[in-house]
Nanobody, 125 residues
């Protein structure tokens, strides 16, 4: 089954930026809708952003609108999540996953599969 690899996390101060990457060495990600999720300590997994296949329209959770940008680089077979103006509440483990259909339609985790291993993002001074 398709397996994704998330990377790019780290420790950053409030107001800083990070760019997360989601890649697959075996499958063409442009064919799939890809979602980003996060799980903060003690909280439920939360959908953050999604991009439909073939550079379809992106979607964002209200908590990250205007700060996060999702994009694809098909030449690198990678989906990115550019995170700007980071806040302490953005701290968590970030995961990418494949949607069961080719366009984004909400963030029900049951609609996604092939979850990557996650990358830790810590926003702290």
């Amino acid at each position: 089954q398709l397996q994704l690899v998330a990377s790019g996390g780290g420790l950053v101060q409030p107001g800083g930026s990070l760019r997360l990457s989601c890649a697959s060495s075996r499958f063409t990600l442009d064919y799939y809708a890809i979602g980003w999720f996060r799980r903060a300590p003690g909280k439920e997994r939360e959908g953050v952003s999604c991009i439909s296949s073939s550079n379809g329209g992106p979607a964002y959770a209200d908590s990250v609108k205007g700060r996060f940008t999702i994009s694809r680089d098909n030449a690198k077979n990678t989906v990115y999540l550019q995170m700007n103006s980071l806040k302490p509440e953005d701290t968590g483990v970030y995961f990418c996953a494949v949607h069961k259909i080719r366009y984004c339609s909400g963030y029900d985790p049951d609609d996604f599969h092939s979850w990557g291993q996650g990358t830790q993002v810590t926003v702290s001074s």
